[in-house]
């Protein structure tokens, strides 16, 4: 069958070089001949490429694709992306590069979701994290050259664009881009920067849906990577997430939301995607949290950047095409000013990114400075105190906690001791032993930090133990107090209550420790699908520290013996927690324990004597 004609000239694009021309028709069809490929019936015709269904020489259904435009390297990419992604993506069965002449297999007819295809290929980002000479294969793109590229483009200054999209952009919105590119172009080069020196992976740059099927297997597959560079996670998003500030509003920002339904849509696609490129610890959450809106703002640019080299208005469908892809865009590109600046002044506003790893402190060092200590917790929700406790303290009171094994046995059955996960209990501290000792409940060098958290004159609001028993499954992530000022979106009110857990065995993996989500309690959106996760792993003397807003759960004992960790609660003395002591002690205490306590921490207790 005939099949049509593709123009040809040599091919510029600014931001990213030269490419090579495509095949012109006539050795479209001497290729089809020669590899004995039967053409169907077209599927598209683009001015950047022609896409026929065809038979290959076995009489298996294919895809023929004729680019316009070659771009350096398309061949090995074809080849290391049917190597790293396999079924992911579709086989190439014939090729003739340095044509732009692909003939792929037909990878399926099923519909997939944004959801699964999300999933895929966050995944598919997370394997070619790091793989220097996998990633060889695809264009090195950068995104101050895109920015760069943008600002000619608006100027109407690019001599090698056969198109520039923005002139069929209205006067007053082109207008418009051109004055904010004036306010804000400082802001957009600063974390262009940041973008190019981020670790690269593999983008696809144009994940739309119509981009993707699932093969009879169910199995998602991703396929058109002819626009694939290399940089970092995220400059594929924006079709997904319909332009680049819901990109940024899904990750950092659910507030800027008006629609419940779309953020909770977004939220969850985003959650899928980070969960796929953090596999393997490809990449850590909180570096995404920072990069990920910073990429897709280059992504939504250079949607608009590679087009140059293509004449828009060919063909009957021509000029209302351009005009079409012009709508879209004016109302996508502007977002990149806007998502600029909500990423450049959250901090300013009091949304500062959680810090990558749990901060740890070495309390036998005698220059640490409480109110630093204080700071890091601040920031963190969370802190690992290394040598906080002697061991010798800390085994006294596992062996006491041992020995009263029966009566913590007794209570649990009794219902007076909570219930807080599968096989896991709390149960209220006897204070007449090691327990009640000053160093445990008032440790000066804790005090002296809680004197920068929690205000003047606060208390000590409970004294339990969590026991988790062996085979129990995790807990369920939560706040401890998670009702306080529900309507403070932001969360900004300073520490209330903070628990200091004091583990009675070394805590690793196999005993279970508390899972931390980093920073989650600076904010209502970071969330455990978003905050860095952290398990502290401690030595005897080591403790905890943990703001009630953060979000946490304790992970399984896979050991044969319990794990007891001691939660010693400070708080503001105005507090109650109502939640979790309907059916025991908060505390147990005595005069002579008060007594016992330097005089200026005794209101600490004070509180708890018996009336
Ligand atoms: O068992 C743990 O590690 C944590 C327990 C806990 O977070 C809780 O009971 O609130």
């Known amino acids: 069958m005939p099949i049509g004609i593709i123009p040809l000239s040599e091919i510029t694009v600014k931001s990213e070089g030269q490419y090579v021309s495509g095949a012109p028709i006539s050795q479209v069809e001497e290729w089809c001949a020669e590899q004995k490929i039967t053409i169907n019936e077209i599927i598209s015709k683009r001015p950047w490429s022609q896409v026929w269904r065809a038979t290959d020489h076995n009489g298996r259904a294919s895809i023929l694709k004729s680019n316009r435009s070659v ?48 999933g895929v290929y966050g995944k598919a980002q997370a394997t070619f994290a790091g793989q220097t000479s996998a990633l060889d294969a695809v264009p090195l793109v950068r995104a101050v050259d895109v920015l760069d590229h943008f600002a000619l483009l608006i100027a109407d200054d690019d001599p090698d664009a056969v198109t520039s999209i923005f002139r069929y952009f209205e006067p007053e919105d082109l207008d418009n881009l051109r004055r904010n590119l004036d306010a804000h172009g ?34 998602p597959c991703i396929f058109d990577w002819d626009d694939a560079i290399r940089s970092a996670p995220g400059w594929s998003l924006t079709p997904s997430f319909t332009g680049c500030v819901r990109v940024y509003a899904a990750l950092r920002e659910t507030s800027l939301y008006r629609d419940s339904a779309e953020r909770d849509k977004d939220r969850k696609r985003m959650a899928i995607y980070l969960e796929g490129l953090t596999q393997n610890n490809a990449y850590a959450l909180r570096d995404l949290l920072e990069i990920v809106p910073a990429a897709a703002i280059f992504g939504a640019l ?57 901060p740890v402190v070495d309390m036998a060092d005698p220059s640490v400075d409480p109110a630093e200590v204080a700071k890091q917790f601040r920031a963190a929700g969370a802190i690992h105190l290394k040598g906080c406790f002697t061991p010798e303290l800390v085994q006294e009171a596992a062996a006491e906690f041992a020995a009263s094994q029966d009566r913590h046995q ?96 070394p805590i690793n993996n196999i005993v279970g420790s508390t899972q931390i989500a980093i920073g989650s309690s600076q904010d209502r959106d970071l969330d455990e699908t978003i905050c860095p996760l952290v398990e502290p792993q401690t030595e005897l003397g080591d403790c905890y520290l943990m703001d009630s807003a953060l979000i946490h759960r304790g992970m399984p004992n896979q050991s044969d013996n319990p794990r007891p960790i001691v939660a010693l609660v400070y708080q503001r003395p105005w507090y109650v927690d ?30 708890a004597l018996p009336r």
């Open 71 to 118: 771009r350096p390297g398309a061949d090995r990419l074809h080849a290391t992306l049917s190597r790293v992604l396999g079924p992911n993506v579709p086989a190439l069965l014939a090729s003739r590069p340095d044509s732009g002449l692909y003939l792929f297999e037909d990878g399926g007819t099923g519909k997939v979701s944004t959801e699964d295809i999300l």
């Open 186 to 219: 400082r802001v957009l080069r600063d974390i262009a920067q940041r973008v190019d020196a981020f670790e690269p992976t593999i983008n696809h740059c144009d994940m739309i849906p119509s981009n993707a099927l699932r093969r009879e297997d169910g199995t």
């Open 302 to 358: 250079r949607e608009a950047t590679t087009l140059t080299p293509y004449d828009l208005s060919t063909g009957s469908s021509g000029e209302g095409r351009a005009k079409s892809i012009a709508k879209v865009f004016s109302q996508r590109i502007p977002q990149v000013f806007r998502a600029a600046l909500l990423i450049s002044s959250a901090e300013q506003r009091g949304r500062p990114l959680p810090p990558r790893a749990l």
């Open 578 to 607: 109502v939640e979790n002591f309907g059916r025991q002690d908060r505390i147990r205490m005595s005069k002579p324990i008060v007594d016992g306590l330097p005089e200026t921490r005794q209101h600490l207790v004070q509180w």
């Open 410 to 505: 007794q209570e649990i059955s009794d219902g007076a001791a909570l219930r807080v996960g599968d096989r896991r209990h709390m149960v209220t501290l006897d204070t007449d032993g090691v327990f009640g000792r000053p160093e445990m409940l008032a440790s000066e060098r804790l005090m002296a930090i809680f004197d920068h958290l929690l205000g003047r004159r606060f208390i000590l609001g409970s004294a339990t133990a969590v026991v988790s028993h062996p085979g129990g499954r995790p807990q369920r992530w939560h706040r401890d107090n998670f009702a306080l000022f529900e309507e403070d979106k932001k969360m900004s009110f300073p520490p209330i209550l903070i628990s200091v857990i004091v583990p009675l065995v």
